[in-house]
């Protein structure tokens, strides 16, 4: 997938991850059914151990870019001080193939099964170049801190 500069989506309008918890470095594509996005894995990011990009950090890259689809509606105004709170409220299917190395850029694209309020159930599947690494079928909360 090519990234074109005026193509990328700022992800800190969508999301309220920091470093070093960020991580999504890119929305490719968004609309309110899906999202694509990218991450680069550098050597020093937190889930990463023996040059591998951990299962813990494919969970979290797949649950960040499920959120963005939810998220939109809390950041729809970029100049917002808005902040939320969310939370993974149920795991219903998760495959690992395979684990990426540091250096190595991923992408995700995930797509809504269904959403009813500020809860969503979302689909996501991450590769390396054409290679599958995780698929997951995740339920997401998001809700605004007030």
């Known amino acids: 997938m090519e990234l074109k500069e005026e193509n990328l989506i700022n992800i800190h309008h969508f999301l309220p991850h920091r470093e070093p918890m960020l991580m999504v470095d890119y929305i490719l594509e968004l609309t309110p059914e899906k999202v694509v996005t990218s991450f680069e894995i550098k050597a020093d990011n937190i889930f990463v151990h023996n040059n591998q990009f951990v299962e813990a950090g494919l969970i979290e890259h797949s649950a960040q870019t499920s959120s963005s689809i ?7 105004n970029t100049e917002s001080n808005t902040k939320v709170i969310g939370f993974i409220t ?21 797509s809504l099964i269904s959403k009813y309020e500020n809860i969503c159930q979302i689909f996501c599947e991450t590769f390396l170049d054409e290679k599958l690494l995780i698929r997951t079928e995740i339920s997401l909360f998001i809700q605004e801190i007030k």
């Open 70 to 76: 939810l998220g939109q509606s809390f950041f729809s």
């Open 90 to 110: 149920n795991i219903k299917k998760i495959e690992i193939f395979g684990l990426p190395e540091a250096g190595n850029k991923i992408f995700s694209k995930a």
